[in-house]
């Protein structure tokens, strides 16, 4: 896949308001022109997937999660039709990659969400996404990808990746280093 050339995008980590660099996480920001530069972005994160990996994904109504989540599937191998699981709250998809494991925690409580096993998704064989998972903070495991959709104009969004344990630092570094983000 070749690097995004139209939109102007940028990874960096976050720096306080004397330069100095947040040690606890680290936020590296893209810049999306439409819903094509995010899929892009989701399909390069997609490659990098494997067993195990979490990724939440958090954001106002229409900041984009779904389609996010639907462009990983597709990257995965996912056929057919991929639909936010709003009121299923779990969705199990087979992928010609990995399984894909999408989760919407919108409409339960933290407590509610803790009785559906979700460790055993997030330790399986598969990729596990979880729209609205700034609501079950104390669930997630302790590595994971938190990326932040935010509207900036009809098309344009902000997307904000913040990366919870080694691995996903990388990621996040190698899509900076690849071009993927400049």
């Known amino acids: 896949m070749t690097p995004l050339t139209r939109t ?14 947040n040690t606890d996480t680290s936020i590296y920001t893209f810049l999306s ?6 899929a892009r972005l989701a399909e390069q994160l ?10 939440t994904l958090d ?18 191998g996912v056929p057919g039709i991929v639909n936010s699981p709003t009121f299923t709250i779990i969705k199990e998809y087979e992928g010609d ?21 979700l460790d055993d998704y997030f330790f399986g064989e598969g990729v596990t996404l979880v729209e609205w998972a700034e609501l079950i903070p104390g669930l997630l495991p302790a ?11 009809d098309t344009e969004r902000t997307i904000e990746l913040m990366p919870h344990g ?14 993927t983000i400049l």
């Open 143 to 153: 590595d994971y990808l938190a990326i932040r959709l935010n509207r900036t104009g």
């Open 33 to 38: 022109n439409d819903e094509r530069d995010t």
């Open 97 to 117: 990659r990995l399984p894909f494991y999408h989760m919407d925690v919108y409409r339960i409580s933290e407590l509610e969400a803790g009785e559906l096993g």
């Open 8 to 21: 102007p995008a940028s990874c960096r980590p976050l720096t306080g308001e004397k330069g100095e660099t």
């Open 46 to 55: 997609a490659g990098l997937m494997e067993p195990g990996t979490v990724v």
């Open 166 to 179: 080694e691995l996903y630092e990388h990621w996040c570094k190698r899509l900076k280093e690849n071009g």
């Open 59 to 76: 954001g106002d109504l229409g900041a984009g999660k779904t389609r996010f989540s639907q462009a990983v599937a597709r990257a995965l």
